[in-house]
Structures are given as C-alpha cells and as structure tokens.
C-alpha cells in the first residue's frame, strides 16, 4: 500500500532533487544548451559575500519567527482545544489566514501600510504612519508579523489537536489536589505537548526556509538586502540573471540545511516514536 506513496515522492521528490544537484555542476542560462562546468558554480556561490549575508537573514526570520509564533500557538491550540461551541466558532475565524494566498497577504499589508494612503493616514494615527517597508528593521519587523499571522492558525491546529489527546484524568487528579489553570498548564499540558513542540518546531523552521513569495511581494528582498533571505536570492540568481547553475547551487544547499535542522531537532526530541505514542497515556 505504500508504493504509491513511495512513487510519487520519487517521481516529484527525489528526483527532481537529483536534477537540481546535476545542475549545480552546469553553465545554464534557462534556455540555451546546457554545458557542464564542473565546480565553478559551487565556487563562484561559496566566494559570493552576500552568501553569508543572505543566511543569517534567513536564520533570523526562522529564529525569530518561531520565537513569536511557537508561544502564540501552543496558547491559542489550549484555549480552542476547550468542548464550548463558540471555540470551535473561532478556531474556523483563526484558520482563514492559512487558506489566503502568500501573495494576496503580501499585497494587502503593502496597501495597508502605505504611508500616504494606508490605515495609518486612512485613520490619521500617527503611530501608524511610518515608512514600513522602508527602513531596514521595520520591513523586517514586517516580515516577522506577517509570517506569524499566516501561521499561527496551522500550528494552533496542532496543539489545539495534541491537548485534545492528553487524558482528562490527569487534570481531573491535579485538580483534587488543588492545583489551578496555570498550574496544570505549567506542569500537565506543557511536558504533554513535548513531541507535538517537536514536530510543530521542525514544520516551523524548515519552512520558514521557503519563504520566498510573501517576501517577494512584500520587500523583494529590500530595503537594500535587510529582507533578503536564501530562497529569494535563489530566485533572482536563476530567474533574474539567468545564473541556473549558482541557483541550483543554493537550492542544493537549502535542501542540506533543512535536513541538518530537522535531524538536529528530532535529536533535541529525544525518544523513540513509541515513546512518543506512549506519552500521554
């Protein structure tokens, strides 16, 4: 039952990945013939300062994002995991960011924080009238927040889903010892919620690596570099100046880094998957 699975990963997974790692070794312009060119792609990417430059951007969009998403979501999945019905109204309202389009988002936020015309000047609250996408940590603060909105409503899903599996007995026993919400949040849920951080965490962060429409829309990577994150430089490597070769490259070194991530937070999990079913039992 698993061949069909395993046949479509290979057909639009593995190989694909086999073919961008064979162009990384090529001279490609997209449209002229391919010529073999052996490591220069490799060498002229490794040699290029703005290399460094673009991961440290993408490392803190991902660290950064997780640090604002991660506590928003394991709070709001508590708060929806509740049996009331006007919960279950409001986990529908809070999923509606996830099912709008990245470029959609990323144009309405553009128009909304226009500083001539957007709801700043709209309103006329001058907090609100700055030059957002316009200064290089205000269009990263940008970013950060408009990543977060998008996502929050998937991984508050997964905790909402990882709460609703933890026994009722364990809060009814803490609470025959008098303990309170924070209390059993602190010391139930929480230690509770371990493998569904895990794999809440590795979703969060090796995506947060293929970001790339939301902030092409947004910034296009500006001001300057601020927002210039490695799949964005991919994309004007090969698309833009028709360098195939340098954005296979990268894109070869993206795959590495988000397997090296997910392996290292698997590891911080600790545990086997049996353990992880035994949890909460």
Request: glycine fraction near 10%; charged fraction near 10%.
């Amino acid at each position: 039952m698993a061949v069909p699975a395993l046949v479509l990963f290979t057909g639009f997974g593995v190989i694909p990945l086999i073919g961008v790692l064979a162009l990384s070794f090529t001279s490609w312009d997209g449209l002229g013939e391919i010529q073999v060119s052996g490591f220069d792609s490799w060498r002229a990417v490794l040699a290029d300062p703005g290399l460094p430059h673009a991961l440290w951007v993408t490392f803190l969009v991902m660290a950064l994002s997780w640090a604002f998403q991660t506590p928003l979501s394991i709070l709001l999945g508590v708060f929806l995991a509740g049996q009331q019905r006007y919960r279950a109204v409001l986990s529908v309202l809070y999923f509606i960011p996830l099912l709008l389009s990245s470029a959609a988002i990323a144009i309405t936020y553009k128009a909304l924080l226009d500083p001539n015309f957007g709801l700043g000047a709209g309103l006329q609250i001058p907090l609100l009238v700055q030059d957002w996408l316009g200064e290089p940590v205000l269009a990263f603060g940008v970013v950060i927040f408009v990543v977060s909105w998008q996502f929050i409503p998937f991984h508050s899903l997964i905790y909402q889903g990882g709460v609703r599996q933890i026994p009722r007995s364990m809060y009814e026993a803490a609470e025959l010892d008098g303990a309170g919400r924070i209390r059993k949040f602190f010391s139930i849920t929480l230690p509770q919620l371990k493998y569904t951080v895990i794999t809440s965490s590795t979703l969060m962060v090796v995506g947060s690596l293929t970001f790339f429409d939301l902030i092409f829309v947004l910034t296009a990577g500006g001001p300057g570099d601020a927002t210039r994150v490695l799949a964005l430089d991919m994309y004007k490597r090969g698309f833009q100046a028709n360098l195939m070769g340098p954005a296979s490259a990268i894109a070869v070194i993206l795959v590495l880094v988000g397997l090296v991530l997910a392996l290292l937070l698997r590891r911080i999990g600790g545990g086997s998957d049996s353990d992880s079913q035994l949890e909460g039992a």
